[in-house]
């Protein structure tokens, strides 16, 4: 089956702890996205990687971090500078370049902080 | 970048066709108007895409007038099924971090 699995569903971390959200995709895609989304709001950019090796901050990307060394795995940082990271953390890819018509959606990991 | 406005919320009932309208006055030449549907605690799903006119496919359709500042998505005859919260996107498809979802317009479909 081609998609995008994100893991672990759920993720509990104590606060000041570092915190690596996992995103991998199947589909060839060339570009990938992380976004966060807060309770009853809409979802805010993070990062986006249109290409291996090169990505690009979004509207938050403060006290995240991120890294795409293989075309199918775009893994996201939740650092201790992260003042609020509670929050449902999703991956999505897409075709990229002018072809791109939608971004496919993993199924979230829900971060809590305590 | 290409904001944009919709309403909160709707209602509906079951079998009735329901129209959303996103408003995107500052859409540029080259930005498509793209609509997602979510569920709670899943990622949001494509639902349709267009450039300009009218666009139909397998689940909605989406009108577009002439100069392009306002979109409607209209879902025929919703299901119980369908209430979920629409996101109207605009923006290049080769540039995501010029499109911004908004919060969406949570549909409540009612038997």
């Known amino acids: 089956d081609g998609g995008i699995t994100q893991s672990p569903k759920y993720l509990f971390r104590k606060e000041g702890q570092n915190v690596t959200l996992s995103c991998e995709q199947n589909l060839n895609h060339d570009a990938m996205y992380w976004y966060r989304q807060d309770p009853g709001q809409g979802l805010r950019l993070i990062y986006y990687?249109?290409?291996?090796?090169?990505?690009q901050k979004g509207d938050i990307a403060e006290g995240y971090s991120v890294s795409r060394e293989k075309k199918e795995s775009f893994p996201l940082t939740v650092t201790s500078a992260q003042k609020n990271p509670t929050a449902f953390y999703l991956c999505?890819?897409?075709?990229?370049?002018?072809?791109?018509?939608?971004?496919?959606f993993g199924p979230g990991t829900r971060l809590t902080v305590l | 970048l290409a904001k944009t406005t919709q309403p909160i919320s709707m209602d509906s009932y079951e079998g009735q066709e329901v129209n959303i309208t996103c408003s995107h006055n500052n859409i540029a030449t080259n930005d498509y108007i793209t609509w997602y549907q979510q569920f709670p605690s899943q990622g949001p799903r494509f639902i349709i895409q267009g450039y300009k006119t009218k666009v139909t496919n397998e689940v909605a359709s989406l009108f577009i007038p002439a100069d392009r500042k306002s979109s409607t998505l209209s879902l025929p005859r919703v299901s119980l099924s369908d209430t979920a919260v629409y996101y109207c996107?605009?923006?290049?498809?080769?540039?995501?971090?010029?499109?911004?979802f908004g919060d969406g317009t949570t549909l409540t479909v009612k038997p």
């Open positions: 990687s249109q290409i291996v090796n090169d990505f």
């Open positions: 999505a890819s897409s075709i990229g370049g002018v072809t791109s018509r939608e971004q496919f």
């Open positions: 996107l605009v923006g290049l498809n080769t540039n995501a971090g010029k499109s911004t």
